[in-house]
């Protein structure tokens, strides 16, 4: 795999990134989700009783992604990486990117 990038990546990306990774969470399989870790769970618990908030919304964002994440479940496996572009992570990479900053901050705890 290759490596994450800088931080100035990772600054520039974040909004998209988090959309990205939504989008591709609410596109598993249950039987997959089922499977996955804390942190796709608790994501995908957190905006499953949310409906698509209005455009307005500072919530939008986060609500539209899961939206299309669950319209796409059953198309092709890059559908939130084709909405989502300008992120250049895919949802693994994520998850490794979060463990790492979570583990981090165990330490300094």
Avoid: W
């Avoid at 198309?75 to 949802?91: L, N």
């Amino acid at each position: 795999m290759r490596a994450l990038g800088n931080a100035d990546t990772l600054r520039e990306s974040k909004p998209t990134c988090i959309q990205r990774f939504i989008c591709e969470v609410h596109m598993l399989p249950e039987h997959e989700l089922a499977t996955a870790g804390d942190i796709e769970k608790n994501i995908a618990n957190m905006l499953k009783r949310f409906q698509l908030e209005p455009p307005a919304s500072r919530a939008y964002q986060y609500t539209y992604a899961a939206h299309m994440g669950r319209l796409m479940r059953d198309s092709t496996a890059s559908g939130c990486h084709e909405m989502f572009s300008s992120c250049p992570f895919s949802r693994e990479e994520m998850l490794l990117l979060m463990e790492a900053l979570s583990s981090s901050k165990s330490a300094l705890a």
